[in-house]
């Protein structure tokens, strides 16, 4: 990328790293979001309005992972049960 030479390599597969903004544009003035357009959510999973939920690599966190990504998914709907629940 910074030289803009290219070159043939022999391999048999590839990641794509396609970068970090999360797509979250369609939530933007709704939920919160930090500068990095990355949805703020607490301990629950809960964003700024209650009863919506994010979870995963779209939220503000320090470290994205497959295991951490599946904890908040799982954090987020037991959240959204009781939370439900509630409201009944
Ligand atoms: C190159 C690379 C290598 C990685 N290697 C590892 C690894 O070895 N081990 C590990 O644990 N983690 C790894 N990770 C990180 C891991 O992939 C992520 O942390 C994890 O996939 C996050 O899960 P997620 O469900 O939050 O997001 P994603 O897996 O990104 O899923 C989000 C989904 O939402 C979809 N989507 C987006 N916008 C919309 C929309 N508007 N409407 C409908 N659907 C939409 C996307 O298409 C996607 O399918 C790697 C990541 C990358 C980029």
Not at 39 to 55: H, K, L
Not at 56 to 64: F, H, N, Q, V
Request: hydrophobic share 40%; with cysteine; proline share 2%.
């Amino acid at each position: 990328m910074k030289t803009h030479e290219f070159s043939e390599m022999n391999i048999d597969g590839v990641f794509i790293l396609i970068g970090y903004i999360p797509n979250t544009e369609m939530f933007e003035g709704i939920v919160e979001l930090t500068n990095r357009k990355e949805i703020i959510a607490t301990r629950d999973m809960e964003t700024n309005i209650p009863g919506v939920f994010a979870a995963g690599d779209c939220t503000a966190k320090k470290y994205r992972q497959v295991t951490t990504a599946v904890a908040d998914g799982t954090i987020a709907g037991l959240a959204a049960v009781e939370y439900l629940s509630y409201k009944k």
